[in-house]
């Protein structure tokens, strides 16, 4: 049923049209392939309803419809935008609490309260988003006076934050989390003995301790904590640097191995990064860490140009489903993108993922998750390592605020109260 009265920020009223037209544009669009796959199309009934049809029972699609990637755009703006070449993706409009002032290219983008917005008047009536590529350049920002809420600050600028009495620091766990990826079209790595040795080597809460100044929590399987089915009680397998040089040898290196091991240079990459490094050294294996670029990460990644990579993988609704399919489907495999970068091909795998999907039985669901965390443990096509924390840190002057673990955030529920002359 379609809200009455909402408007759009133009001054248009929102209609059932716009909302089976946002849909279905949704749906047809490939960087969403991930998430609409369920879906067969939208149709409007009558003036305040629409019909979303799928292909098959799938539990979790209302929270699909929650993500921004669904979110409601006018029919005519967008046409409008199509006709004359302007790009829609850089300047936006929707109907929600804030309306799209000016973007300057990597430095700013700037917003108004949207005066007709459905949920009301919001205390807060001007936002300026500052893009900071450095993470201590923007704690600075924020510690100085000069920002008023920051997102994604660096561990190591979270340790000196906590204890500032002008600063509220808030956070919790991730929606996704970190992990190594295993090319198995790698000549090395084709060989499970020697995934597996790299899996043995492995040690998480030093990871944790090491590179992310403690701030984490180990993740075993290949499903975020906190989502449904995560294995509480999962074990991957266990540390041993030992045990991982003589199944090198059994898998005919007795010498040890090097391999290519790539990351992006953000800190919360790179620095745990360079933990795995020395604990595979422990193993017998000699990492090769190129610590790149993020775009050139991303390529790389894409293309499967790596043998082995640190990575995240975040789930944009609660639901396993989300993660695992595209990480375990033999239809990405050999593909561009980043899904299924370690290109496993597996009937097993196939199978679980498709029940998972297709289930409507939450118990089956979730013993499914825990047979597909132990095959991917048993292959180490994949070795999740660690889940961060997602935190918002702001100025006490703000109220309001609260972490959230997808990173969605609504500055409409937000206060500021300056401080006194």
């Known amino acids: 049923k379609i809200k009455e009265g909402v408007k759009f920020h133009n001054g248009d009223t929102m209609t059932a049209d716009d909302v089976a037209y946002s849909l279905n544009r949704a749906i047809g669009l490939a960087t969403n392939a991930d998430i609409s796959e369920m879906m ?4 409007v009934v009558d003036d305040t309803h629409v019909t979303l049809n799928l292909k098959y029972a799938y539990g979790p699609v209302l929270n699909i419809l929650t993500n921004p990637n669904f979110a409601v755009v006018s029919q005519k703006y967008v046409e409008e935008c199509e006709a004359n070449g302007t790009n829609f993706g850089r300047n936006p409009m929707g109907t929600g609490a804030y309306k799209f002032v000016e973007w300057i290219n990597g430095s700013s983008i700037t917003l108004e309260a ?37 997102y994604g600050s660096d561990s190591a600028d979270m340790v000196r934050m906590v204890d500032n009495p002008d600063i509220n620091v808030m956070a919790t766990q991730s929606s996704g989390f970190y ?19 790299i899996a043995m080597c492995i040690d998480r809460q030093e990871i944790i301790d090491g590179g992310q100044d403690g701030l984490g929590w ?10 449904f089915g995560y294995q509480e009680d999962f074990k991957a397998t266990a540390t041993d640097p030992e045990g991982a040089k003589a199944l090198l040898a059994e898998a005919g290196y007795p010498d040890g191995i090097t391999i290519k091991f790539i990351c992006p240079e953000a800190n919360y990459y790179s620095r745990p990064a360079q933990v795995i490094q020395e604990q595979l050294r422990r193993g017998g294996i000699n990492a090769e860490l190129t610590i790149m670029e993020r775009g050139a990460f991303d390529t790389d990644l894409s293309n499967r140009n790596f043998e082995m990579s640190y990575s995240f993988i975040g789930a944009s609704y609660p639901d396993a489903d989300n993660i695992v399919y595209k990480l375990f489907h033999s239809q990405y495999a050999n593909t561009t993108g980043q899904t299924n970068m370690a290109n496993v091909v597996d009937e097993e ?29 048993a292959n180490a096509w994949y070795i999740p390592i660690l889940t961060s924390t997602n935190s918002i840190v ?8 609260t972490a959230n673990s997808g990173s969605f955030y609504y500055v409409s529920d937000y206060t500021y109260q300056p401080e006194a002359e």
């Open 179 to 197: 992990f190594l990826t295993l090319n198995t079209e790698s000549e090395l790595l084709s060989d499970e003995r020697v995934r597996k040795a």
């Open 394 to 401: 702001a100025s006490a002057q703000v109220g309001g605020v």
């Open 349 to 377: 795998a196939d199978r679980i993922v498709e029940t998972a999907r297709k289930s409507s039985d939450s118990e089956e669901r979730y013993a499914l998750y825990g047979e597909l965390s132990a095959l991917n443990d």
């Open 218 to 227: 180990a993740t075993e399987c290949p499903i975020t904590p906190g989502i």
């Open 114 to 150: 949207f005066e007709e917005w459905n949920g009301g008047d919001v205390p807060i009536k001007n936002l300026t988003y500052n893009f900071i590529t450095d993470t201590t350049t923007a704690a600075v920002s924020l510690e100085s006076g000069d920002a008023d809420l920051l």
């Open 40 to 43: 067969a199309d939208a149709v």
